[in-house]
C-alpha cells in the first residue's frame, strides 16, 4: 500500500468533509432520517433458514422478518470468503478493485504474550482496508450518523492505519481478527469505545476464560461465550439510541462460523439427543485452526442457527421497546456460503439450498446469500424480490436511504488513478420509488480457490485456474451442465467482462490466473 496516496486520500476526505448535521448539534427539529441496522452472520447458506427451504433448523424470529419485509432470492455476498466479502461490502467495491481480496494473515511470525497458562499472539488481524477509499462508517459519520459496529471486523490489523477507532466507528466490541473468531471462548475481545474514553482499539481480556486451556478437554470450564457477549454489548448500545437521532448499527454476529462449541442451555438441549438415531456426527478437533473436538457437530450447528435466531429476536425486540422499528431500515444477511469446517456437515441439513459449492467458491452455493430487509415506513409485508444484487450495492443504498446525495463526487479521491465505486442502489426496488438500475454484469474472483465468477442476466460464468464453465441458471440452477462448447460466443462476452474488471492487485498475495 503506498503511504502517499493514504497520506492524499485522508487529506482529501478531510478537505471535503461537510459538517455534520446532527440534531444535537443544530438545536432544530430532531433528525427523522431512517435509522440502519445491518446484521451479517457468519458463513450461514442459503438454505440455512425455514424462510429460504429450511426444514430442521428452527428459526421463527427471522422467518418472521422475512414475513414483516422483502426477501430477495438473488442476493450475492461480495466474496466467497470473510475479509473480502466484508471489504466489498464496506467499501462499495467488487473484489476485482478493492484491495483486500482474501483473508491475509498478521498473525503470522509475531511473539506471542501469555494469557494465565495460554500463549497467544501479540498481533492479531488481516490486511487493512485502503485508508486512501471511504468506507461506510466514515461516510455515515460524517453525515450525522451514529455508527456503531459488534463482531467482527476483518479490516485491518493491531496497530495497522484501518482499526475500528481510525474508520469512522463510535462503539467497537468484538473480533479485530477473524482468525481468533474460530474460539468462542477466547483469551481476549477487542474493543473501542468513545464513551469509555477510549484512544485506540484494546485487548480486553476475559479473565475467567484464561483460567483454561485454549484447547482440549479442560476447554469446556472456559464460561465466556463470546457470541453472548458481543450480543450483550450490541444491545445495550441499541438501548441508547434515541428517535430523533439516527444510527447505522453494523453488527457483524459470528454464528454460526466453527468452531462448533457454545453454553448447553435450553438452546442446545432443543436440539440435544435429535439426531443420534441417524448417527451423530463427531469431529476430532484441530488445535492449529482452533476449532476443538465435539461428539455432537449436527447438534452444535443446528442450535448455533437457532441461537442467531434467538438474537435476531431479541434485536427486534429491542428495536420495538425503544420505538424504532418503524423508522428503521433492519437487513438480514450472511457474508458467505455455508462452511464445512470445525466438523460442521452441510448436506446433511441441505443447507446449500440446492445450490452447487460451498464457502470459497464462486459456484452459487459459495456466493449466494438469504438476504431480507424490513423497512415497516417503506416496505409492504410479505415481498420477494428476485433482483440481483451484490454487496457492494449497499454503499450507495445506505447513501439513499440517508438521503447522502451525489456520495461518489463527494468521497472520491483526486489523488488515486481509480477510485472505484461499483455499486447500484437498490433503493427503488425497495421502497417503489424511482427507477431501478441495473448492473451490466456482477463480478467475483477469490485468489485461494484460483477462482472467478461472472453472472449476466441467467448466464453464469465459472472459470477455476483459467478453465472456463458457462451455465445457465434459468434451467440449471446447481450448475451441473457446461455449455461452454455451445455458446463460445457468450463465453467470450463474459470473458472480456473479467478483463475488463479485474484490476490486477496491489498486493501479490491475491493474484490468481486470468483466462486468455
Known sequence: ???????????????????PIAASQTNSAPDTRPNILYIMCDDMGYGDLGCYGQQIISTPNIDSLARQGMLFTQAYAGSPVSAPSRATFMTGQHSGHTLVRGNKEYWRGVPMVSYGANMDFSRVGQEAYDTAHVIIPEIMKDNGYATGMFGKWAGGYEGSPSTPDKRGIDEYYGYLCQFQAHLYYPNFLNRYSRSLGDTATVRVTLDRNILHPMYGPGYAERDQYSADLIHEKALEWLDARKEGEPFIGIFTYTLPHAELRQPEDSIYRHYAGRFEAEGEHSYGGSEGSRYNPTDHAHTQFAAMITRLDTQVGEIMAKLDEKGLADNTVLIFTSDNGPHEEGGADPAYFNRDGLLKGLKRSTHEGGIRVPFIVRWPAKIAPGQRSDKMLAFYDLMPTFCDI??????????????????????????????????????????????????????????????????????????????????????????????????????????????????D
Request: contains cysteine.
Open 402 to 515: 440517508a438521503g447522502i446525495e451525489n456520495y461518489e463526487e463527494r468521497y472520491r479521491n483526486p489523488s488515486l488513478e481509480h477510485d472505484w465505486f461499483d455499486g447500484i442502489s437498490f433503493y427503488p426496488t425497495l421502497t417503489g420509488e424511482g427507477e431501478q438500475k441495473e448492473h451490466d454484469a456482477l463480478f467475483w474472483e477469490f485468489h485461494e480457490t484460483n477462482m472467478l465468477g461472472v453472472r449476466q442476466g441467467d448466464w453464469k460464468l465459472v472459470v477455476q485456474n483459467g478453465k472456463c464453465r458457462l451455465y445457465n441458471l434459468a434451467t440449471d440452477i446447481h450448475e451441473d451442465h457446461d455449455l461452454a462448447a455451445e455458446y463460445p460466443a457468450k463465453v467470450e462476452e463474459l470473458k472480456a467482462i473479467i478483463k475488463r474488471e479485474h484490476v490486477d492487485p496491489e498486493i501479490d498475495f491475491f493474484n490468481l490466473t486470468i483466462p
Open 1 to 19: 500500500m503506498d503511504t502517499r496516496l493514504i497520506m492524499a486520500g485522508l487529506g482529501a476526505l478531510a478537505a471535503a468533509a461537510p459538517a
